[in-house]
């Protein structure tokens, strides 16, 4: 894999994150108004859904994606902790592959179960996925094959805007990458990988991936080494705070 480096968010992104942490939140979106979990997530690419307040299943899955990417217990709960991983995040940054060559790509980290939406060269969404549970699968009642989601450099090959039937279930939208693997639809976001190998993202996303898509983008999918960036900050800070309690 090539060097990991940090992309950052836009300027003017992390001033309105910066000032959006200021305010007081509920310790869980689940404890009453989230629409300061829903603005902030929508700043860092996470949440595409109405700013309304409400905690539904759109909310949540932008909190497991963002849990996933900073390196937390992969729930749906908003927690205190989070207002500083967000801050953390924004100032180091998504760690991702550069790419300079390809502004407008797609990147699949396996480890941390998320996706990354690479437009002009900036991250502007980022998805949790379900990716292959490596275990084995009957097929078609005869013999087993693996359940891993391949790893490597591919393109979008072909697409079917809407439901298809495939030999494992129906399945939504999906754009195949590689044979018979494809990024679709699914109805739940799951914590670890749970699928045949294909990847999956919630189905609202699918249709909001659908303009954002297109035949020859490139997609790279990778085996990554968790939030390290963001760890390092939380250390950086933790170890700052320390010295000035000493002092």
Same mark, same amino acid.
């Given at each position: 894999?090539?060097?990991?480096?940090? =992309?950052?968010?836009?300027?003017?992104?992390?001033? /309105?994150?910066?000032?959006?942490?200021?305010?007081?939140?509920?310790? !869980?979106?689940?404890?009453?108004?989230?629409?300061?979990?829903?603005?902030?997530?929508?700043? $860092?690419?996470?949440?595409? @859904?109405?700013?309304?307040?409400?905690?539904?299943?759109?909310?949540?899955?932008?909190?497991?994606?963002?849990?996933?990417? #900073?390196? *937390?217990?992969?729930?749906?709960? %908003?927690?205190?902790?989070?207002?500083?991983?967000?801050?953390?995040? *924004?100032?180091?940054?998504?760690?991702?592959?550069?790419?300079?060559?390809?502004?407008?790509?797609?990147?699949?980290?396996?480890?941390?179960?998320?996706?990354?939406?690479?437009?002009?060269?900036?991250?502007?969404? /980022?998805?949790?996925?379900?990716? &292959?549970?490596?275990? *084995?699968?009957?097929? $078609?009642?005869?013999?087993?094959?693996?359940?891993? *989601?391949?790893?490597?450099?591919?393109?979008? $090959?072909?697409?079917?805007?809407? %439901?298809?039937?495939?030999?494992? @279930?129906?399945?939504?939208?999906?754009?195949?990458?590689?044979?018979?693997?494809?990024?679709?639809? &699914?109805? /739940?976001?799951?914590?670890?990988?749970? !699928?045949?190998?294909?990847?999956?993202?919630?189905?609202?996303?699918?249709?909001?991936?659908?303009?954002?898509?297109?035949? &020859?983008?490139? #997609?790279?999918? %990778? #085996? @990554?080494? @968790?939030?390290?960036? =963001?760890?390092?900050?939380?250390?950086?800070?933790?170890?700052?705070?320390? $010295?000035?309690?000493?002092?």
């Amino acid at each position: 894999m090539q060097h990991i480096r940090f =992309v950052r968010l836009g300027t003017i992104a992390a001033l /309105v994150i910066a000032l959006a942490l200021v305010s007081v939140a509920p310790a !869980s979106a689940t404890d009453g108004d989230a629409t300061p979990v829903q603005e902030t997530l929508r700043q $860092l690419g996470f949440y595409r @859904g109405p700013i309304n307040g409400e905690y539904d299943q759109a909310i949540g899955d932008a909190i497991l994606a963002f849990h996933k990417t #900073v390196g *937390t217990r992969r729930t749906r709960d %908003w927690v205190d902790a989070d207002w500083e991983n967000a801050r953390a995040l *924004t100032s180091v940054g998504y760690e991702i592959p550069d790419r300079p060559d390809e502004p407008n790509r797609i990147e699949i980290d396996l480890y941390r179960q998320i996706m990354f939406l690479i437009e002009r060269g900036s991250v502007v969404a /980022v998805f949790p996925i379900v990716s &292959g549970k490596g275990d *084995t699968y009957q097929r $078609l009642g005869h013999a087993t094959a693996g359940l891993h *989601t391949p790893v490597g450099d591919f393109q979008l $090959l072909r697409h079917v805007n809407g %439901w298809r039937t495939a030999e494992l @279930g129906r399945i939504y939208r999906p754009w195949y990458f590689v044979g018979g693997y494809a990024i679709h639809g &699914g109805k /739940v976001a799951h914590a670890q990988p749970a !699928s045949h190998g294909c990847v999956r993202v919630p189905m609202a996303d699918m249709d909001w991936l659908e303009s954002h898509l297109e035949l &020859g983008m490139p #997609v790279h999918v %990778w #085996v @990554g080494e @968790g939030a390290v960036g =963001v760890s390092t900050y939380r250390l950086e800070h933790l170890a700052a705070g320390m $010295l000035y309690d000493i002092m």
